[in-house]
Nanobody, 124 residues
Framework: VQLQASGGGSVQAGGSLRLSCTAS????????MGWFRQAPGKERQFVAA????????YYADSVKGRFTISRDNAKNMVSLQMNSLKAEDTTIYYC??????????????????WGKGTQVTVSS
């Protein structure tokens, strides 16, 4: 599976950005999809994930109520709508795919597939 993320950029605090990740190479609907973030030299953090089947969704506490993850299997795409952005959301965001569930533990376990990161910068 190849993952291509897009949509990063710069925004002022309180603003919004939408990240998208397009997958190719395998049956997209077989995979859990998720977003993680990691600043250089820091630990990877789980952000959000959506399962392959019934669409169970998981969020990190730090983004609940502000971020929304969604998937469109017809377009092989997973998106992350980020609202009410804060300066502490500034970092590089990565899209991931896995046959198994993605959740906060995946930040340590890793995932089968990773896309290249996209930078999000929130200025206060």
């Amino acid at each position: 599976v190849q993952l291509q993320a897009s949509g990063g950029g710069s925004v002022q605090a309180g603003g919004s950005l939408r990240l998208s990740c397009t997958a190719s190479g395998r049956t997209f609907s077989d995979y859990s999809m998720g977003w993680f973030r990691q600043a250089p030299g820091k630990e990877r953090q789980f952000v959000a994930a959506v399962s392959w089947g019934p669409g169970r969704i998981y969020y990190a506490d730090s983004v609940k109520g502000r971020f929304t993850i969604s998937r469109d299997n017809a377009k092989n795409m997973v998106s992350l709508q980020m609202n009410s952005l804060k300066a502490e959301d500034t970092t590089i965001y990565y899209c991931a795919a896995d046959y198994n569930r993605l959740d906060s533990g995946s930040a340590v376990r890793g995932a089968h597939y990773w896309g290249k990161g996209t930078q999000v910068t929130v200025s206060s």
